[in-house]
């Protein structure tokens, strides 16, 4: 594709989220709905039993149904859920679910119940037949919507599976057996590459019945974990298909080398003498470390000195640049925790740690030399795919989000969605308390705490902090305690307390430091006394990359037409800053900043240079994308070559 075509399809998809074209159709649709249940309240259950089967039978006659067969069946879905929760689906939910069901993207604000809505088009197509798969960024989303909706997916008669990371591949493949599938982006993936790595040469359905004739039906094989790519609904869209699919997803298996081990302490040892800028250079916007002329004669001497180690001679370019990187590019309680004596890889998007995932070409273990815990074995990479050519692999794909605007063009480029903005069901009452910068993180966080004090302690409002490391949270959290604020913490250390801690978080005086666990997907319920003295107040203390991520974090106040508010404490000295500003336009920022102890300062320049940084945090990320689109592609033409390939 040129980049003209592609230029051209992004403006497309930008037009479609701009100018909402399809508000009438869908408001009449939902109109339909409405008037097509009220017959359906009065049914008793036998008879109600006989329409959902009716309803099955009619759309698998029509491969998908009819739009008469379509209102029927969200009318049925939209009963049943009345029956078994007690409320019934607002008409916003059913014009987002419509969208969701012709295979486009539904935005739709915070709270506006995307999980219910999600449902009315869930069982319009397994009740046709279809697998589907449910797809959420964390194993905590998908348990609470498979758990709150089973009883309404039995009362239509649909099965509901629910694939966690930890189940035998027997518990996994009952999980994708059943009609309706929760599972999160990551497994479902390494599933995905799983089967491929089961099926090997006897890709496709031809090809696998002529090779299992020959081969008289191998009993040993096991069988497939999923049952095809037929329809997906992904939650938190722009998360999984734009903010993590910068990084593909790998399949490995494990290669050990003492020899290796030996090299990289070498290397080890050489890096940490090595001086940024006249040694070496770290890329602005990223993690990629090149090595200048003095660096190589040091290494060079190094090797002689050691009489040439033959492993660190032939790789010790590679070697010593990957010591560097686990040195300078990665941060304990950033980007990985310490736990027992093993490296935690904290995912960034989630602020969740991944026990079973690791970095590759030996950058895991040198990180575990750097933090003197025990090497594991380097993984060799046997299979990768990255998230958009999965996604593509569907016969049918859609999503719903409340910030899909911004990733609109992106998202019609590569997949063909059109995003429909739907309407809230209620106006939104939440306040913008601004945007406050200060010069370093300790006046940062002094002034976090008295807002703390003047929101939670003094208001009686709940309050939740949002952080984007566990570092930061644990230094807030010191800082709270040395005030004397209650407060209780939600990081990667503590995910065994999440659900205890989001179900509490909504009291009145409570308040919650947390990392992007607390952020996509999660609803903090509200007291009585919690939305009479204000509602939650969320307080960010670090611009993200996107303004997405931003958005969803303020997102977790005023929900559902309750009160709310939120702010901006951050410093003038944040990543987003120091690495996506130039030099003069960070010095006008620090000149712009508020003294812990001047008055609030709200400029428009805070706000511009916000957006500068994170629009060129957004088209680095972007490159980044498409790279590791081309280094799927050279991957599978690579493999192959090998007779792997597909």
Known sequence: MSAIDRAVLRAAGRFHARFNLQNGRLRRFAREVAAYGAALETLRPEAFSARVDDCRAALVRSDGGSERDNVACFALAREATRRVLGFAHHPVQIMGARVLLEGNLAEMETGEGKTIT??????????????VHVVTVNEYLSQRDAEQLRPVYALLKLSVGLALPDQSPDDRRTAYAQDVTYCTNKDLVFDYLRDRMAIGQRRG????????MHEDGDASRAPLLLRGLHFAIVDEVDSILIDEARTPLILSR???????????????????????AVDFRRSPHGRQIDLLAPASARIRQATEALAGNPLLARASGEMVSQALSALHCYAKDIDYIVDQGKILIVDEFTGRVMPDRSWENGLHQMVELKEGCVSTAQRLTIARISYQRFFQRYLRLSGMSGTISEAAGELYEHFGMRTVRIAPNRRSRRRDCGMTVLVGEAAKLDVIASS??????????????GTRSVEVSEKLSATLA???LDHVVLNARQTKHEAEIVAQGGQAGRVTVATNMAGRGTDIRLSTEAADAGGLHVILTEYHESARVDRQLFGRSARQGNPGSFEAIVASDDKIFTDFL????????????????GPKRRTWLHARLRRIAQSRAERANRRIRDMAVKRDIDFESAMAFAGKGE
Do not use: C, F, Q, S
Not at 118 to 131: D, I, Q
Not at 205 to 212: C, E, N, Q, T
Not at 582 to 597: F, I, K, V
């Open 482 to 484: 040395k005030m004397g």
């Open 452 to 465: 703390v004090r003047r929101h939670g302690a003094e208001r009686g409002r709940p309050v939740l902090i």
């Open 118 to 131: 999600a449902l009315l088009a869930v069982a319009a197509r397994a009740l046709g037949g279809a697998p």
């Open 582 to 597: 130039l030099p003069h336009e960070l010095a006008w920022l620090h000149r712009a900043a508020t003294t812990p102890d």
């Open 205 to 212: 359905v031809a090809r696998r019945l002529i090779m299992d």
């Open 254 to 276: 494990n290669t050990h080398n003492d020899d290796e081990d030996a090299a990289r302490l070498i290397a080890l040892d050489i890096a940490v003498d090595l001086v940024e």
